[in-house]
C-alpha cells in the first residue's frame, strides 16, 4: 500500500487545514496509508520524509509567498539533498490558500519543482474556502494515489 504524508500550515482561520482534510479524505479513498503533519507544530523528520511514496504539500499565502515553515521545509530537503540523501523526484501535489492576492503560488510552485514531480495542478483557494475547492482536494489525493500505484 503507498503511504502518502500531507504537510502543512495553517494558521489564520483554517482554511489550509481545510483543504489538507478534504485531501487527505480522497488519499484515503484511493486506498493508501497516510500521515498528517502540521508544520505549525513541528518540522517533519528525515525519516517520516523518506518513508513517504507521495507527498500532499499545503500553504497558505503569507506576504505574496509561503508560509514560514514550509519555507523551512523547502530548506531541509535542500540540506538533506546536500547530505547525500536521496531526497529529490518524488510525486507531490500541491494546495495553496490566500486572501485575493495569491501571488505566493508562483514561488510555491518554483520550489516544489525543484524536489517534486508535481502531479496534477496546484488547487488554489480564495478564501473563505468552498465546496468547490475541497472537491478538488479530494480529486487531487485520488490522482496521486493513482500515480503512485
Ligand atoms: C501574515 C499574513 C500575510 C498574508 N499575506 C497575504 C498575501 O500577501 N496575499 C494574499 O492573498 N493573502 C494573504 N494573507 C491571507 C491568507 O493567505 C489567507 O487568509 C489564507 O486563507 C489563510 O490560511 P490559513 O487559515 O490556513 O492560515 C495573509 C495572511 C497572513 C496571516
Redesign the pocket.
Known sequence: MPKVIVIYH????????TLAKALAEGVREAGAEIEIISTNHRRITIDEFLAADGVALGT?????YIAGTIKTFFDDIYLWDKSGESVKGKPAVLFF????????REPFEYLAGKFFEQVGETVESK?PTGDETKEQCRMLGKELVKRLK
Open positions: 495553517s494558521q489564520q482561520f483554517g482554511d489550509t487545514k497558505p499565502d503569507y506576504f505574496s490558500s490566500h486572501g485575493g492576492g495569491g501571488r505566493g478564501r
